[in-house]
């Protein structure tokens, strides 16, 4: 029997990703480079690395420092005053909080996650979040699912994963629980056939939880 629901927070919970993209395509354009949602897919959102690593150009160290820290300024600023939580999450959520005990994994800074969930108001539905810096590795390891998992004294098999991104789903199946893929329009391109299920939206977990 499942007990315990392992939400990412980007893509499934709040609606931040498209914010990220958007900071990083206008400080990049600054400079010449333009980020497609493709590529930026494929770099941040698969393997996990910097958006500067798409560019062999970028090579100066205190360059890409500062394009960063001015990338994070305007990636708050939009944290901070546009719409954020995705359709229906809280619905879905207030439903599961009475048969689940919840918690949010997320590879956001804590700075980041803690901007977007003032606004979104959905903390009070999860026992624990753990975000960057709470875990040795970054998905795609198991690592920050384990976390998880050991915080609530849990096995695998007692757990689900909520994901909505390829090295999200590829770190659920690494720690050998039940994975959830939810597409978002910036992951749809990505392979999901790891995934244990891959749903519409948010509103057919109910029912996938009570078929598990």
Do not use: C
């Not at 001015?70 to 439903?95: A, C, D, G, W």
């Not at 849990?154 to 770190?171: K, N």
């Not at 199946?173 to 392979?191: E, F, M, Q, R, W």
Request: net charge negative.
């Amino acid at each position: 029997m499942k007990q315990f629901l392992l939400f990412d927070s980007d893509g499934v919970l709040v609606d931040t990703e498209q914010y990220y993209l958007r900071a990083s395509q206008e400080i990049l354009a600054e400079r010449g480079f333009t980020l497609t949602k493709e590529l930026f897919r494929e770099i941040s959102l698969i393997r996990g690395s910097g958006v500067w690593d798409a560019f062999p150009e970028l090579t100066d160290p205190v360059e890409i420092e500062t394009m960063r820290r001015q990338r994070n300024k305007l990636f708050n600023h939009y944290l901070s005053t546009e719409p954020i939580t995705m359709p229906f999450v809280e619905e879905v959520l207030r439903e599961l909080s009475q048969s689940y005990r919840m918690a949010i994994v997320t590879s956001a800074l804590r700075e980041d996650f803690l901007t977007v969930h003032n606004r979104s108001k959905l903390l009070h539905y999860f026992d624990f979040y753990l975000t960057n810096g709470d875990y040795s590795r970054s998905k795609p390891h198991p690592d920050p699912w384990i976390t998880a998992l050991d915080r609530f004294g849990a096995s695998p098999d007692s757990a689900v994963v909520i994901e909505d991104s390829q090295r999200g789903v590829t770190a659920g199946i690494a720690a050998k629980i039940t994975t959830v893929a939810i597409p978002t329009d910036l992951t749809s391109g990505s392979d999901f056939s790891e995934a244990t299920v891959v749903l519409k939206d948010i509103t057919e977990l109910p029912l996938f939880l009570q078929r598990v």
